[in-house]
């Protein structure tokens, strides 16, 4: 396995440590993550989005995203880009997501 998939993993392990204040489910989980891309030179670009476009943790939570994924061994830069096309719904949850919250 390569050096960039494998901090492409551990980014997305990270990702699942953080929660969407609203919804106890991690942001990975709730399908909020839309792409992780790690650079040559292990600078990570995340694409994601909100559960709505005026979320409370708008300002917040992109910058919490942020600095977890810098903790990842080896990454040297974190950009969060926030999106809105295509915009979320529940049908972006995994099943483990929809199980707990009792939608399956």
Known sequence: MSDRT?????VIEKLKTVYDPEIPVDIYQ???????NVSDDYNVHIVMTLTAPNC???????????????????VKDVEV??????????????????LELGLL
């Open 56 to 74: 409370p943790v708008a300002e917040t939570l992109p910058v919490e995203v942020r600095e977890t994924v810098l903790t990842v061994e080896k």
């Open 6 to 10: 494998e901090i492409k993993n551990a």
């Open 81 to 98: 880009e926030l999106t809105f096309e295509p915009p979320w719904d529940q049908d972006m949850m995994s099943e483990e997501a929809q």
């Open 30 to 36: 709730l399908g909020l993550v839309y792409e992780v």
